[in-house]
């Protein structure tokens, strides 16, 4: 490899990255073709995602119910139980003696009513308790008392701040938080003023934690999980099993008729049982039996006409040998002859010429009918080759008076083609547009790429009417079929031309349109038959006018290249 051809840093930085992207990518593609083009997996999966949308919403509406009931009953029996500790409370304060005013006796009286209060929570506790002093009490120092070391911070200040100013009983929800730093637990707080003589203002808290509730929640959380995943894998294998027992017949008539395509004719679906299904297979089973024969009656058919045409042309062509020889003989004496005899004389050579060309396309049809038709490839200058014919139609322009006009590359165009096939194809297309061109130029272009080459072949006379692209290459179809036989070839050149075409792995194509002419392409591989991808030559030739109601004498010129 020589340093222009080997490839820069930059090729192959650009290279590994479109791999990388290749390989990253591939998942993906394999995810998408998969579901593309399997029935079990797109109906499982939709199933399956549809499932589990509704059991998150249904999962999501039972555990909002069951959370808001919880809370609900915790906090009917939270308020009834502050209500009542609130209660004792104030019956415990209003009939203590009390100390006036000395302090040991104040924080025996704050802590024996709290105290009382924390026993019924029990052992262990439901609640906890907290007794805080409110701002302008009878003394400064006023003692304050927490159950199980309990924090004060515990109590939102929203709900000290909605105790005081209301004076009346408040809750809310908060964190329960503990002094000696045990892990702080979600909770319930329930706070009333209370008022001790000679005292002061205290306000009574209860702490109710919510830890039985949570782990309740949590219960209910696993197993609606744990619930919701087996629903969703018995909803999927369901969705299985019924996709299964549906798909399965389709895919099964799906390769029967494959088979059948292929040319085994004898395939026939199972049929079980009596439901739709089997009704199903059934007619299916009928169709087919009904296609096999009349394939079989149309391939006898068929075989018994390329018999008949292949008979008959062998068969012609010997008596067609001796009145050959016979009209030449006339041919050549038809000075001596009177005028009326020289003509039949001439007109018998004519319609022998005719009949013989008309032969040997019967000949050529029938062997490729026949699928005798071998292609001799070589390595062939499309250039030159296409340069010959158009020498070689030159005399029948002349006479029609068109002008060849040939617009080719100046270098070789080079592709393993059958030569002798080609040059059929170009005389055929060439002969056609001379004849159908009314005297305009005929445009011969040649081109090629990477992969193909393709010819094409622009006149512009009468052209073709909508529809008529497709029939030009039936066996004997003509554009006026009421023209008379006697002017015109033998209708199977466009035939043997496409039968070439193919036979090279290549297309054949025709585009026309009345009053601006038609334009025939020839598409073949460069390589023997390569698959074709393209064609360097459009279809619709750049002259064309888009607007067909202008007249053919304002038509764009021809370019003439030659």
Not at 275 to 291: C, G, P, R
Request: proline share 5%; glycine share 8%.
């Amino acid at each position: 490899m020589t340093d222009l051809e080997s490839p820069s840093a930059g090729d192959r930085i650009w290279s590994g990255l479109l791999s990388s992207r290749d390989v990253a990518t591939r998942p993906f593609r394999r995810a998408r073709h998969g579901w593309r083009s399997s029935l079990y997996l797109r109906v499982v999966l939709t199933t399956l995602a549809l499932s589990l949308v509704v059991l998150v919403v249904l999962a999501q509406f039972l555990l909002g119910r069951v959370t808001d009931g919880l809370l609900a009953a915790k906090e009917r029996s939270a308020l009834d139980e502050a209500r009542a500790g609130l209660a004792q409370a104030q019956l415990l304060a209003d009939a203590a003696e009390r100390g006036g005013g000395d302090p040991v006796s104040n924080v025996a009286l704050v802590d024996g009513i709290a105290r009382q209060l924390a026993n019924r929570a029990g052992n262990p506790s439901i609640y906890e308790v907290l007794l805080l002093g409110s701002p302008g009490n009878l003394i400064s120092d006023v003692p304050e008392f927490g159950s199980n070391q309990v924090s004060a911070a515990s109590v939102p200040v929203a709900l000290r701040e909605a105790v005081r100013d209301k004076q009346r009983q408040s809750s809310t929800y908060t964190e329960i938080t503990y002094a000696d730093d045990r892990v702080a637990v979600p909770g319930f707080a329930v706070g009333a003023p209370l008022a001790l003589p000679e005292v002061g203002s205290y306000e009574l808290y209860y702490l109710f934690p919510l830890s039985q509730e949570a782990d309740t929640l949590a219960l209910v959380k696993r197993t609606l999980a744990v619930a919701g995943i087996a629903l969703v894998l018995l909803l999927g294998g369901i969705a299985w099993l019924v996709t299964r027992q549906v798909v399965s017949p389709v895919r099964m008539a799906a390769r029967t008729a494959e088979q059948f395509s292929a040319g085994r004719l004898e395939e026939r679906m199972a049929v079980v049982g009596e439901d739709d299904l089997a009704k199903l297979a059934t007619s299916f089973n009928q169709m087919a039996s009904s296609l096999q024969g009349q394939i079989r009656q149309l391939e006898d058919l068929s075989r018994v006409q390329r018999r008949f045409v292949s008979d008959v042309s062998h068969e012609l062509r010997t008596p067609l040998t001796t009145v050959r020889m016979a009209a030449d003989v006339l041919h050549d004496a038809r000075q001596d002859f009177d005028p009326a005899t020289s003509r039949s004389a001439e007109l018998l050579q004519t319609q022998l010429d005719r009949f013989e060309l008309l032969l040997a396309d019967l000949l050529e049809i029938s062997r490729y009918d026949a699928g005798a038709a071998l292609l001799e490839a070589e390595p062939v200058d499309l250039v030159e080759l296409a340069r010959r014919s158009l020498e070689a139609a030159e005399p029948h322009a002349e006479r029609k008076g068109s002008e060849l006009v040939l617009e080719a590359p100046t270098t070789p165009c080079i592709a393993v083609v059958d030569g002798r096939r080609v040059s059929r194809i170009l005389t055929n297309l060439l002969g056609n547009a001379v004849e159908h061109g009314e005297g305009r130029p005929v445009l011969l272009t040649v081109a090629a790429d990477r992969h193909a080459v393709a010819i094409s072949v622009r006149d512009h006379g009468v052209g073709l009417r909508p529809g008529e692209s497709a029939l030009v290459f039936n066996r004997f179809w003509r554009a006026d079929p009421a023209r008379a036989r006697s002017t015109g070839g033998t209708g199977l050149g466009l035939a043997i031309a496409l039968e070439d075409a193919h036979l090279h792995g290549g297309w054949l194509q025709g585009w026309g349109v009345p009053g601006d002419g038609c334009n025939f392409r020839l598409t073949l591989p460069r390589k023997s038959r390569a698959d074709l991808e393209g064609s360097p030559l459009p279809l619709e030739p750049t002259d064309a006018r888009t607007d067909r109601r202008v007249p053919l004498a304002a038509a764009a010129p021809v370019p003439r290249v030659r």
